[in-house]
């Protein structure tokens, strides 16, 4: 089942410079049931507004989620650092992108936090 973009998300993504970035990322949140989950998945795509990934958790629109973003080792000084963001789903793209995975994207909050792991 596709569902049609919001006008915010055609917002983000025509509007918006980003990066196509395959960082490794955690996603927690409340998958389409309500259940609590954390996944590992890679950033497909990053702006100062908004992101995109693959899940196999099902999400719905609206739906909060905190990003744990592994930055590279360069911008620290070879130290592991960890960008940590909340957003909101705005839009779920079910289709053929394998392993029972859809697109998710997210509107980012514009709080962030930049931390060496714990």
Do not use: C
Request: charged share 30%; proline share 4%; glycine share 8%.
């Amino acid at each position: 089942m596709l569902r049609k973009p919001s006008s915010e998300t055609l917002r983000l993504s025509t509007l918006e410079q980003g990066f196509k970035l395959p960082l490794a990322t955690t996603v927690e949140g409340q998958d389409a049931q309500g259940r609590r989950f954390r996944e590992e998945t890679k950033l497909s795509y990053i702006s100062h507004q908004g992101a995109s990934f693959l899940l196999k958790n099902s999400m719905t629109i609206g739906a909060k989620v905190k990003l744990i973003i592994d930055l590279p080792p360069k911008l620290s000084e070879d130290k592991d650092l960890k960008l940590a963001i909340h957003g909101k789903v705005v839009f779920v793209e079910v289709g053929d992108h394998g392993e029972g995975r859809q697109k998710i994207s997210v509107r980012l909050e514009s709080k962030y936090i930049i931390k060496p792991e714990e």
